[in-house]
């Protein structure tokens, strides 16, 4: 990061909007964003299909107009200096910019031209990412033939020919297995670590948790938490404790809530949820406690907070059914 007390934000939005006109009116799709997004961080944005990420990144990379608000990215503001900020980010979309009949070397020598790069250049840059990313041995098949790991990472070192200060990553890993993904997330790291801000969306909880230094969850066009993954876990408060009750929950909810363990309780599609400090000590407690009332509890089941917790808690939903 930047020295300083108050150190210039990578990302800076202020009430940022877009609509789009349908068929059956005005859809906004980011409804009032506002996010600060610190130089060198791996910045986060959270949230199931549909609730903004992807047109707020767009705006961000000057693809898209805001409707209503402001973005500055890099310093410079994305309607009024757009060229600026072309210059000083790299973009990534879901479907990838390679080609298929290109070899990869080709891809990055000519997204090396153009930006301004002479071909001895470019040639130089392309071999350099081929090597950072473990792609030498491939450089000269076509993209038709490299794995969908390997076209990721591809299209990750189109991002990067230029040595961005900001790289755009939108769902980079959907669709790879576990091996390629824990793949991916180690380049990820590394661009992180070499001092390039990386603003990545998605909707995989654990990539979240595993990569982000902070994140921002955003449901609806609107951002419902923001902070580090284990500050908004730790929000949500020690473990999470989930019953069935056959019906009962709004009594078992009232008998539970009572406890001196139990720091929330809440009855949530049929199921009480309870979080408390200590699980292992909890269950114990709440099944004797039920038995000796005459519940008789369906299921019960134990499980560290989340960030589908926090999803759950700020939204009503759990963004794993969600996902699914």
Not at 103 to 116: A, D, H, K, P, S
Not at 136 to 145: G, I, K, L, P, Q
Not at 195 to 205: A, D, E, I, S
Request: proline letters at 4%.
């Amino acid at each position: 990061m930047s020295g300083g007390p108050n150190p210039q934000p990578m990302i800076e939005t202020v009430g940022l909007r877009r609509t789009f006109k349908g068929r059956g009116g005005a859809v906004e799709a980011v409804a009032g964003v506002d996010l600060r997004v610190s130089a060198g961080d791996i910045f986060g944005f959270l949230g199931p299909n549909g609730a903004g990420k992807t047109t707020t990144l767009r705006i961000l990379a000057t693809l898209l107009a805001p409707t209503a608000g402001t973005a500055r990215v890099a310093g410079f503001d994305v309607a009024r200096q757009a060229r600026e900020v072309r210059t000083r980010i790299g973009y990534v979309a879901q479907s990838g910019g390679s080609s298929r009949e290109a070899t990869g070397r080709e891809e990055l020598v000519i997204q090396g031209r153009l930006f301004g790069m002479s071909k001895a250049k470019a040639t130089a840059r392309a071999a350099e990412i081929l090597d950072a990313l473990e792609l030498t041995d491939a450089a000269d098949r076509t993209c038709a033939t490299y794995s969908g790991g390997m076209r990721r990472r591809l299209n990750i070192g189109i991002g990067m020919v230029h040595r961005p200060a900001l790289l755009f990553l939108d769902e980079p890993t959907t669709g790879l297995d576990p091996q390629a993904r824990a793949r991916l997330w180690d380049e990820i790291r590394k661009l992180r670590d070499t001092g390039t801000t990386v603003f990545l969306t998605t909707h995989y909880l654990e990539e979240a948790d595993a990569l982000c230094d902070c994140l921002a969850i955003i449901d609806h066009g609107k951002i419902v938490a923001e902070g580090s993954p284990s500050e908004l876990k730790r929000e949500i408060a020690g473990d999470v404790l989930t019953i069935g009750v056959n019906g009962r929950g709004d009594e078992v909810v009232r008998l539970l809530a009572a406890q001196p363990f139990v720091r929330e309780a809440e009855l949530q599609d049929g199921l009480v949820r309870l979080f408390v400090d200590r699980g292992e000590e909890a269950v114990p407690a709440v099944v004797r406690l039920l038995d000796a009332k005459g519940f008789a509890p369906a299921t019960v089941d134990l499980h560290r907070s989340s960030l589908d917790d926090v999803f759950l808690k700020k939204t009503g939903r759990s963004l794993r059914e969600t996902a699914a």
